[in-house]
């Protein structure tokens, strides 16, 4: 499924942030996010994903095509790795968990509650959990904190995999993962500032 952002502007905790946000993602490809800390890389993944309103503009793809990684892991505690991937594949529709502890070696851990993780494996999981999602458009804020290199190499596998399958990706991360992606430097699109003229935009 492609992905067609158009004009978009995005603002957080009632700022603005960025303005004319324009790129396509084509089925089987990826473009990485980058920009400086505070430039708004995940505030513009969270307006594509669906989890606040624009500003302004439009985005071709509809929420339900995506699936949202954020910073924290969004882990169930006391459930096992097993628990969590078949909570989320129900939410999802989906039933088959093998793939997704295959792909992120967590079968030696699957009776294991998520709480008695560590964090480099508690990572694997959160991100394993793209995989029982089934849907095509990954969007990722900084997946690899907390993963050693192989887990690096595991992750960039996962979502190579994925856009040989027609999927697409778009991930806000500093390092390279080893496969062709785009970049989409997000400082080319700040937004200026602007006058705040009434009282309620001030604090809206
Ligand atoms: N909850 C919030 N309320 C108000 N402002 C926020 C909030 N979270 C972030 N901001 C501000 O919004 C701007 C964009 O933040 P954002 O997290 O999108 O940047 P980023 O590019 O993802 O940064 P980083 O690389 O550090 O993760 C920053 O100036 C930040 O200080």
Redo the contacts with the bound molecule.
Sequence with gaps: MELVVTDLACA????P?LEGVGFTLAAGQALM?R????????????TLAGLQPPLAGTVSAPPESIAYAA?ADGLKATLTVTENLTFWARIFGQTDIAPALEAFDLADLAGRPAQNLSAGQKRRLGLARLLVTGRPIWML??PTVSLDAASVAQFGHAVARHLAQGGAALI?T?IDLGFEAGVLD?TAFRARPRRIDSFDEAFA
Excluded: S
């Design positions: 957080r905790g009632g700022v942030v996010l920009g400086p800390n505070g430039i708004g890389k995940t505030t513009l993944l969270r910073h804020d900084e806000a500093h997000v």
